[in-house]
């Protein structure tokens, strides 16, 4: 068996490669990030490595792509609950998505200027 080692690499996305990864591994994290270009480095860092979780992640978890909490918690909210016109203005959109965030109901991954990616905690 032949072996390799990975010395530069570019391309990832935020994923560091170890230098002995497997050349199989490798090719299936690359497909990976081309499958999910926006996130998929950055979430397979965040998974640690873990392909399979990611995957996961990405499947059942993946909530979308917005410019910050306060917009996910307001998109969340308009279509979870019908709100009367006279509180709406009430609604503090920005505490409501750092308290999901902070309370674990989900976390972040931001991958540029007002680009943030949530998921759903288990």
């Known amino acids: ?13 935020g994923y560091s490669l170890g230098e002995y990864d497997c050349i199989e591994t490798v090719h299936d994290i690359a ?3 081309l ?6 480095g950055e979430l397979l860092s965040y998974c640690c490595g873990d392909l399979d979780k990611a995957k996961t992640e990405i499947d059942e978890n993946y909530s979308g792509c917005y410019k910050s909490l306060a917009d996910y918690a307001q998109e969340l909210t ?7 016109d006279n509180l709406a203005y009430y609604i503090d959109y920005e505490r409501m998505g750092r308290d999901m965030e902070l309370g674990g109901d989900i976390y972040t991954i931001e991958t540029s200027f007002e680009e943030i990616h949530i998921f759903w905690s288990h």
């Not at 068996?1 to 996305?13: R, S, T, V």
């Not at 499958?35 to 998929?40: A, K, L, S, V």
């Not at 308009?78 to 009367?84: D, N, V």
């Open 78 to 84: 308009e279509e979870t609950t019908q709100i009367p």
């Open 35 to 40: 499958d999910n270009p926006e996130i998929g």
């Open 31 to 33: 497909y990976f990030i």
């Open 1 to 13: 068996m032949q072996e390799y080692a990975i010395h530069d690499y570019e391309g990832f996305n």
